[in-house]
């Protein structure tokens, strides 16, 4: 016996068992004592638990039920001989004279009914008729033991459609009851085998007849020595379930092999055959299973990677539990176990406790044409010759199969499963840097779907780094960032939105800084207005105006302080300035002009006697006259009533307040990141002020946005956040649509590094793929296993 698999479900107590042997198996090394001891404890302990010695075991204690059990005690020997013999007999031929007949039928056909549960549900024959009951006086003074002695498989049938009744027909060979037996043996020291019992029983075979007394007569004499044991010759018909019964004999039977058998030993507790069990497993490889050579492999039945690495190893001699909830295919991976035993020369035993277990196997080996490879042996009613005919069919079978010569198929095959297969370790290979196979990257991709669509890609050193480590850090750093998205993306309508705020410190500064240029500009605005007003000047509109203005006023401001303000006046007659033009000239012009003309004399005379100041040069005066002509004309375009210029006392103050709202301005901007603070036009920039101090809960939260931006520009991840600003996603986007910008890239980096994966066609593989199932079924086709 070289290897045990069973195949088990979760939802099921008991499981089919398949048990493969040599025919040349080497005889195993002598067993210590210990071994043996630890394994004839073991069975003992498993020979307890199977059999049940109490009074509910209907094959030690038979109890006549009301409706469960029909009594043919005294029943017509003729019939009864015909019917032992094999043949089909009616019911009413049967019963003793004075039975009802209708009560009889009822009776027989609740018997059937139970016995039909049996089966379907238990998978079980427990349908017998009781030949003779044997009976001794029980120990402990309780009811007396009424064992029946042989049991006789049987099956009811309707009679011919238009008659009423029922038949009975033996289903199966004559059976010892081994529980007697077992319990004679295990009480009372009787050594009695089934074989020996039924050697002396007579009428077995059709055509001869049946007497079952000698089994009897046998039974009473080697029990001769227990009190009170007798027969009688009863007869009964009711269900008998005593499957449970073979495992005991075969636990007695089978001492020697089973402490042989390491695995057995190693149920018993044996240490080194424990020990001996682990060193000999060996974990298969799903790989290795496409370098099988085809004429080495006989599935005749689909059969996954999982599947055939089962059998792969039941084949190594690996022992065995395969577990799967129903339909997972453990019935198709017994099927082809049988298949590939078989094709080897190996035997093959496959038991299971339920009929149904086996029924699945053997249809599945029946629509492929190789039922000869199985013979059934489950259950009561399969006789000797029954065994005999389905032996010699499956020979004669073979013996009409011609041989076959797949080499050239083989060949095909190979080729075909070498291009599935390298094409398969290619798309279940590694795609870096994302640690995942690309198999797995182009799921997730299709997954993703469109709406994650990305035009970020990452190439060469670049996608290098971001690898699986980086791509979770981003991944999470992205989640953070889904309750600040509008900041983030720089999309918020807060007037903070772009601001870098470092810290906590730099948080404080902005927004006493917001407090400052609101208050300042609070004050600013109407000391602005009232100084334009007062010099009937025009109000500036924007904040390069203001300082224009003020520049202005700051140049006026200096010609006042030289000159009297009526020079402004003379200034507006076009012939002073004329007159006195020759003041620019050289000394020696200046000189002739001073001589030759009295318009430029009187010129002279009256700007010296308008200028507050010490003396000045000619040139300068011309100069300074000059200034201040461009200052009047300046003047009256910016006045409301076209006054002259005249001292504005609020200029002080007002241009200092100013310098200190642009320092101010200058300071907010490189927080916000804005450079045009002071070219705003005036209703813009105290809109922006007010909404900057009226907001004070944005700011706090800008240097954990700004920390997560700086760690994602660290970790090469910048050109998908700008990505995301341009597009301005949705926050359930942001981790979605960084998946598919990296796995797009190592998807893409793959097929630039592999042109035949970039050149892949999905009806070229198709076809391969088709190809390479019809060339599979070949190196386990019928012909191949029955050659």
């Known amino acids: ?322 577990q799967g909830p129903p339909g997972t295919g453990k019935s198709q991976t017994i099927a082809n176990l049988i298949a590939e035993f078989a094709a080897r020369g190996l035997r093959v035993l496959f038991v299971s406790e339920k009929r149904a277990a086996l029924e699945v196997v053997l249809e599945r080996l029946r629509r492929e044409d190789l039922e000869h490879l199985a013979l059934d042996l489950h259950g009561a009613e399969i006789s000797r010759r029954q065994v005999t005919e389905r032996l010699q069919a499956s020979l004669d079978l073979i013996g009409r199969i011609p041989p076959v010569h797949p080499e050239k198929t083989h060949s095909r095959l190979i080729e075909r499963r070498k291009r599935l297969t390298e094409h398969v370790q290619k798309l279940h290979g590694p795609c870096t840097p994302t640690g995942r196979t690309l198999y797995d990257v182009q799921g997730r991709l299709l997954r993703l779907g469109a709406a994650t669509l990305t035009q970020t890609r990452w190439r060469g050193k670049d996608l290098d780094r971001v690898d699986a480590g980086i791509f979770e850090k981003a991944c999470d750093l992205l989640t953070e960032m889904k309750e600040h998205r509008a900041l983030f993306l720089r999309c918020s309508d807060s007037p903070w939105n772009g601001a870098g705020l470092a810290d906590g410190a730099a948080v404080r500064r902005a ?53 009297r303000p009526e020079l402004f006046t003379e200034l507006e007659l076009i012939e002073f300035l004329t007159a006195l033009a020759p003041a620019s000239s050289p000394w020696l012009q200046r000189a002739w002009s001073f001589l030759a003309s009295p318009r430029y004399r009187k010129a002279l005379r009256t700007a010296k006697s308008h200028r507050k100041a010490q003396r000045a040069s000619p040139p300068k005066l011309w100069e300074e006259v000059k200034r201040a002509s461009e200052q009047n004309a300046h003047w009256r375009l910016l006045s409301e009533s076209q006054s002259p210029p005249c001292p504005t006392p609020a200029f002080s103050d007002v241009s200092h307040a100013f310098e200190s709202l642009c320092t101010k301005l200058k300071e907010m901007g490189e927080y916000l990141r804005r450079n045009d603070l002071e ?85 070229s593989h198709d076809q391969i793929v088709e190809e390479f199932k019809e060339l599979w079924p070949c190196p386990g086709s019928p012909d191949t296993l029955l050659s």
Not at 2 to 17: E, F, N, Q, Y
Not at 170 to 193: C, I, K, P, W, Y
Not at 529 to 558: N, Y
Not at 694 to 699: E, I, N, Q, R, S
């Open 1 to 322: 016996m070289a290897g045990i698999v069973s195949l088990a479900s979760p939802t099921r107590a008991r499981h089919p068992v398949l048990v493969r042997s040599k025919p040349d198996d080497p005889a195993p090394p002598p067993l210590d004592s210990k071994r043996r001891t630890q394994v004839d404890t073991a069975r003992e302990a498993w020979i307890r638990a199977l059999i049940d010695r109490s009074r509910r075991n209907n094959l030690l204690y038979f109890r006549d039920l009301k409706t469960g059990t029909l009594d043919l005690t005294g029943a017509n020997p003729a019939a009864m001989g015909r019917l032992l013999a094999g043949e089909e007999i009616s019911l009413k031929r049967l019963l003793p004279e004075g039975v009802d007949l209708k009560s009889s039928e009822a009776k027989l056909l609740e018997i059937r009914d139970h016995a039909l549960i049996n089966t379907e549900e238990r998978g079980i024959e427990t349908m017998f008729m009781a030949m003779g009951m044997a009976t001794w006086d029980p120990p402990d003074g309780e009811r007396p033991a009424e064992a029946a002695i042989l049991l006789v498989p049987l099956r009811v049938e309707a009679l011919a459609r238009g008659r009423h009744g029922l038949n009975m027909l033996r289903s199966g060979d004559v059976q010892a009851n081994l529980v007697l037996l077992h319990f004679l043996e295990t009480e009372f020291h009787v050594q009695l085998s089934a074989d020996d019992l039924l050697s002396v029983l007579e009428g077995t075979e059709a055509g001869e007849e049946f007497d079952p007394r000698p089994v009897a007569a046998r039974l009473t004499r080697a029990a001769r020595e227990i009190p009170g044991f007798h027969t009688t010759d009863r007869i009964v018909v009711g269900n008998f379930a005593f499957q449970k019964a073979a495992m005991v004999r075969d636990l007695r039977e089978c001492a020697d092999q089973m402490a042989e058998h390491d695995l057995i030993a190693a149920f018993a507790g044996n240490a080194e055959a424990q020990r001996s069990v682990r060193e000999r497993r060996v974990t298969g490889e799903p790989s290795e299973l496409d370098r099988t050579p085809p004429e080495q492999e006989f599935l005749f039945l689909d059969a996954d990677s999982s599947q055939q690495l089962v059998i792969r190893q039941a084949i190594d001699d690996q022992d065995g539990t395969i």
């Open 511 to 563: 927004i006493a800084l917001s407090d400052e240029l609101a208050n300042g500009w609070g004050s600013l605005k109407p000391a602005l207005v009232a100084m334009c007003e007062k010099a009937g000047l025009r109000t500036p509109r924007s904040m390069d105006e203001v300082r224009e203005l003020l520049a202005f006023l700051q140049d006026v401001s200096r010609t006042l302080d030289q000159y």
């Open 679 to 763: 070219q705003l036009d005036l209703e813009a920039l105290s809109s922006l002020l007010e909404r900057l101090d009226a907001d004070h809960g944005t700011p706090p939260v800008l240097p954990k946005i700004g920390d997560v931006e700086r760690q994602l520009e660290q970790l090469g991840i910048q050109a998908l956040v700008e990505e995301l600003r341009r597009s301005c996603s949705p926050a359930d986007r942001f981790v979605p649509m960084l998946e598919h910008a990296w796995l797009s890239s190592a998807v893409e980096r793959q097929f630039e590094s592999d042109l035949e994966l970039a050149g892949f066609l999905g009806r």
